[in-house]
């Protein structure tokens, strides 16, 4: 009698392909051969079909065994339905009110505050735990000690894998080409940060850059006054390096550039009358000077576009990967000045408005620039402030996280459920903004004016996981937990749909 085990592997490789984890793991429980079959094949299919990005676990999770890869993703989704995590500060607080910003790649993170810049690296854990997170050093940007050159904005730039060259640009005007190296220490010691630095033509009337983003070897700015420039680094960072020029008109804040989908793209939040403006690159790498589509909220997309409220968009991201809409890249999440978020699916043609005025703007090809709808809008019932920020990640690859204007608070919804949306204090409950944040598959960091700080929902996470803070008493508003769970630190959440009362986490 012909048994399943007979069957060609070829044909039981596309037996396991649907299989979800429940049917895996009793698969591999019947016989040895279905347990090396699922070892061999399912688990792998299993991951493809569940993707979960994550930049600071990537080094750990080539090395794990595609069955140990599952299991952290399946712990970590069940931490997030349960939304528990370990709450931890990564230094202590800074001198002053800074303005930070963060930039992260598979080794390290950047914390840009201030003129200096502060690298924490992504390790490999020794035994099943979750990746450690070490503080490597800092440098100082600072060229006169007697002036102030704050950092505005960075962003890591392709180098061939090295992680260790960015784009940073300062308050002054001045953008510069910043290559770290890191000096290990011979006697275990801590290691040093050092870097070389080289001047990158600055934006037109010196105006300061709001928002840097690369992708593969293209490098999008954006300066406060609405200038936008589009431009390659294979030729480095000289004066003659072609680029795409645009002047939006308007006060910039943040940009976000996609060359995957089927037409590349450039996104830019501004503060005017259309604050979210969709702009084609062309074949040749040019920005079109004409808006491809305009993304408005659902009053404003049936408004003619002479009578549109002002408003301003302070933050981008590319929308969740599992999503209703499918992990398009043409599917943006965007944080707004009145406390929504609003995502938008730029395929969504039936979203858009029927009559948007005789004053409409044109686009490259002559038609008009459609105004398009929200797909979802998302706020925290409790709170009216800002967006400033916002990325996506998280559980089953399908939440939304929002920092948001004071408090230091963060939002987080699952889009597959966005009525279930909570919202979580930092660590030492800071009276700040989050300015930048970053949602991977189990973590979320964040920074606000005094700190950046990280939301682990993965499993197997100690005190040895982050950078140790000084027992201090009294000091930065944290308060340590007590017990089994000293990994952690004790910060107020909420519920959207609750009364709005903070419970301690």
Not at 137 to 157: H, K, W
Not at 429 to 442: A, G
Not at 445 to 462: A, C, E, I, K, L
């Amino acid at each position: 009698m012909l048994t399943l085990t007979a069957l060609p592997v070829d044909i039981l490789i596309l037996v396991l392909e649907p299989l979800g984890l429940h049917e895996l793991t009793a698969l591999s429980l019947t016989c040895h051969a279905f347990y090396s079959i699922v070892e061999e094949y399912g688990w792998s299919s299993y991951l493809r079909a569940h993707h979960r990005p994550s930049y600071s676990l990537s080094k750990a999770r080539s090395l794990w065994s595609p069955r140990i890869r599952a299991r952290y993703d399946v712990m970590t989704d069940s931490a997030w339905t349960r939304s528990e995590f370990i709450a931890r500060p990564l230094s202590r607080t800074w001198a002053g009110k800074l303005q930070p910003v963060l930039a992260i790649s598979p080794s390290r993170m950047i914390v840009g505050a201030g003129s200096n810049l502060y690298s924490y690296s992504f390790g490999v854990p020794k035994a099943w735990s979750s990746p450690p997170v070490a503080f490597e050093g800092a440098v100082s940007l600072m060229e006169n000690p007697d002036r102030a050159r704050n950092i505005t904005a960075i962003s890591f730039i392709e180098d061939g894998g090295l992680d260790a060259t960015l784009d940073v640009a300062f308050q002054d005007g001045a953008i510069e080409r910043v290559r770290i190296t890191t000096t290990r220490s011979q006697t275990d010691g801590p290691s040093s940060l050092s870097c070389s630095r080289s001047n990158i033509t600055p934006m037109p009337n010196g105006d300061f850059v709001e928002s840097i983003t690369s992708e593969s070897n293209i490098v999008l700015a954006l300066s406060s006054n609405g200038y936008a420039r589009l431009s390659s680094n294979r030729t480095g960072p000289s004066n003659t390096t072609p680029y795409s020029l645009i002047d939006l008109k308007s006060r910039s804040w943040v940009s976000h550039l996609c060359l995957q989908a089927s037409t590349p793209y450039a996104v830019f939040g501004t503060a005017s009358t259309t604050p979210l403006n969709v702009h084609a690159i062309t074949d040749g790498g040019q920005l079109s000077s004409q808006p491809l589509a305009i993304l408005h909220t659902r009053r404003g997309a049936d408004l003619p576009i002479d009578k549109l409220p002002s408003s301003a968009v302070y933050g981008l991201a590319r929308g969740p990967m599992n999503s209703p809409w499918g992990s398009s890249p043409q599917i943006l999440v965007s944080g707004w000045f009145d406390g929504q978020v609003r995502c938008y699916d730029l395929r969504s043609s039936s979203r858009t408005s029927r009559d948007s005025g005789p004053c409409e703007p044109s686009t490259p090809t002559g038609g008009s620039a459609p105004l398009l709808r929200p797909v979802l809008s998302l706020a925290d019932r409790w709170s009216y402030e800002p967006i400033y920020s916002v990325s996506c990640g998280g559980g089953s690859a399908s939440h939304i996280a929002a920092g948001t204007a004071r408090h230091s608070v963060v939002s987080f919804w699952d889009v597959r459920s966005p009525a279930t949306g909570w919202s979580v204090h930092a660590p030492g409950n800071d009276p700040s903004p989050v300015y930048s944040v970053v949602l991977e598959s189990s973590r979320f960091f964040g920074v606000t004016q005094s700190r950046p700080f990280v939301y682990d929902f993965g499993p197997g996470v100690s005190l040895d996981t982050y950078p140790p803070i000084p027992q201090v008493r009294g000091i930065d508003n944290l308060k340590q937990k007590k017990g089994s769970n000293r990994a952690t630190y004790h910060v107020l959440r909420y519920e959207h749909n609750s009364s709005g009362l903070c419970n301690e986490h």
